[in-house]
């Protein structure tokens, strides 16, 4: 069995953390001694995540980001169970909708922001009135490159990206200097939620990368693991693009 590395006496909440890219920044945060809080829909895929990181290390609580109900209640078993929650990974996330803007229906639109954007606030507003405020902390946002750029077909959750990059901004400016608040945005990263977007055509989805590769949910958990650590004090309100340099092609 691999020694496990002494604890940090740090505490992360991940929303959305069974699987992925969540799990990914999990595991980055275990590894170097923080224990967590994973919260997401399924109980099983939760209490296997939590088998795999070790229940001295992690805990769960099973709910929807957009319930109210829930986010106050995995911010109090936090508290209960840890006492402190130094950081907030939002990464819950939805896109139930792929078409033109021309044809979404508003009300899968608001479905989408309910998720991706106003749980973050929420999740937010909870970790930095329970713990941050007074005793300071990190918040990443998980946004994506469909933020920054038109994204043909998926532009619901493109919009919703994009407001995450911006409540990234009011928050930093309005936690400093106590509370650091920082956005990773993606590109394609391989998993079950981004199935659509590679599956079948893999090779092809990767040529586009300059790197050669789509992402792993081990490279978006590298950058949180950065952006919640001493080495990332000096940097706030930014958006870290972690695309493969996919970007680098915009102008072709």
Same mark, same amino acid.
């Not at 590395?5 to 992925?20: D, K, M, N």
């Not at 994973?38 to 609580?61: C, P």
């Not at 608001?110 to 106003?118: D, G, L, P, Q």
């Not at 405020?133 to 920054?148: D, F, M, T, W, Y």
């Given at each position: #069995?691999? +020694?496990?590395? /002494?604890?940090?006496? $740090?505490?992360?909440?991940? *929303?959305?953390?069974?699987?992925?890219? %969540?799990? =990914?920044?999990?595991?980055?945060?275990?590894?170097?001694?923080?224990?967590?809080?994973?919260?997401?829909?399924?109980?099983?895929?939760?209490?296997?995540?939590?088998?795999?990181?070790?229940?001295?290390?992690?805990?769960?609580?099973?709910?929807?980001a957009q319930d109210e109900t829930h986010r106050a209640a995995a911010v109090e078993r936090v508290m209960e169970t840890?006492?402190?929650?130094?950081?907030?990974?939002?990464?819950?996330?939805?896109?139930?909708?792929?078409?033109? #803007?021309? +044809?979404?229906? /508003?009300?899968?639109? $608001?479905?989408?922001?309910? *998720?991706?954007?106003?749980?973050?606030? %929420?999740? =937010?507003?909870?970790?930095?009135?329970?713990?941050?405020?007074?005793?300071?902390?990190?918040?990443?946002?998980?946004?994506?490159?469909?933020?920054?750029?038109?994204?043909?077909?998926?532009?619901?959750?493109?919009?919703?990206?994009?407001?995450?990059?911006?409540?990234?901004?009011?928050?930093?400016?309005?936690?400093?200097?106590?509370?650091?608040?920082?956005?990773?945005?993606?590109?394609?990263?391989?998993?079950?939620?981004?199935?659509?977007?590679?599956?079948?055509?893999?090779?092809?989805?990767?040529?586009?990368?300059?790197?050669?590769?789509?992402?792993?949910?081990?490279?978006?958990? %590298?950058? =949180?693991?950065?952006?919640?650590?001493?080495?990332?004090?000096?940097?706030?309100?930014?958006?870290?693009?972690?695309?493969?340099?996919?970007?680098?092609?915009?102008?072709?």
């Open positions: #069995m691999t +020694e496990r590395v /002494p604890e940090s006496g $740090r505490v992360a909440l991940i *929303t959305g953390g069974s699987r992925g890219i %969540g799990y =990914a920044v999990a595991e980055a945060l275990v590894a170097r001694g923080d224990r967590v809080c994973l919260t997401g829909r399924g109980e099983e895929a939760l209490r296997e995540a939590v088998e795999r990181l070790g229940a001295d290390r992690a805990i769960a609580v099973p709910g929807k840890f006492g402190r929650v130094d950081f907030l990974v939002n990464n819950a996330g939805t896109n139930p909708v792929i078409g033109p #803007m021309a +044809e979404l229906d /508003p009300n899968v639109v $608001r479905k989408v922001f309910e *998720t991706n954007v106003i749980s973050a606030l %929420g999740f =937010a507003q909870q970790t930095y009135r329970a713990w941050q405020r007074e005793n300071g902390g990190a918040i990443v946002n998980i946004a994506s490159v469909a933020g920054l750029a038109p994204s043909p077909f998926i532009g619901a959750y493109g919009m919703s990206k994009a407001a995450m990059v911006n409540l990234t901004l009011q928050l930093a400016h309005e936690f400093a200097p106590r509370v650091r608040v920082n956005a990773i945005a993606p590109a394609v990263v391989k998993t079950k939620f981004a199935r659509a977007l590679y599956e079948g055509r893999e090779a092809e989805a990767a040529a586009a990368y300059p790197l050669g590769r789509l992402g792993m949910p081990e490279d978006v958990g %590298g950058a =949180a693991a950065f952006l919640t650590s001493d080495q990332s004090d000096w940097i706030t309100g930014q958006t870290l693009v972690v695309d493969g340099g996919v970007f680098l092609k915009a102008g072709l």
